[in-house]
């Protein structure tokens, strides 16, 4: 239960966010931004989401001292940065995220399945890489509108088109292994 409530803050944490700058002080905002980071720290035990639970009390502490909605803004920038180093890790130290993501379904993956899977965390790798740095850029340089559009719909739209494209992709590889 924890952590679902831990997701859906985290998913309308650019609406929540922009909805609040007209409204709030960011230093109350940064409230936000910490009990999300709080309640992600009390929803797991691995180290790597305590890190970033660590990372979004900072940012909330410099939104709240001084009362800046820019690291309010960078949340999603330490997201995609976090996401990326657990992938990164993956890969320099097997089995890759996406090749533990496809035991759960299948504990015994042919060789040709693990090369792909290896294939399809790098691909995840180079979409954090872009959309962190999409994050930041929002965050820097445009308008609360577009940042909170961008990292609250466009963002996640670009993830379920990555999820899409790899789903079609593995049906046709699946059936050309299977026929070859």
Known sequence: MRAAIVTLLTLAYPLLVYLGL????????????????????????????LAAAAGALLLAGVSALGNAALPLKLYPVLVNGV???????????????????????????????????????????????????????TALWASDAL????????????????????WLVRGRVRARTAHG
């Open 147 to 166: 940042w909170a559009l961008y990292n609250g719909l466009i963002a996640y739209g670009l993830m379920g088109v990555l999820f899409l494209g790899e």
């Open 83 to 137: 996401l990326l180093g657990v992938f990164l890790l993956s890969l320099s130290h097997p089995p890759s995220m996406i090749e533990r993501l496809a035991r759960l379904r299948e504990p015994d993956l042919p060789p040709e399945a693990v090369v792909y899977t290896r294939r399809v965390t790098q691909v995840w790798c180079g979409f954090f890489v872009l959309n962190g740095s999409m994050a930041l850029y």
């Open 22 to 49: 007209g409204r709030f002080e960011p230093r109350w905002l940064a409230l936000l931004l910490a009990g999300l980071a709080l309640l992600r720290a009390l929803a797991t035990r691995e180290r790597v989401w």
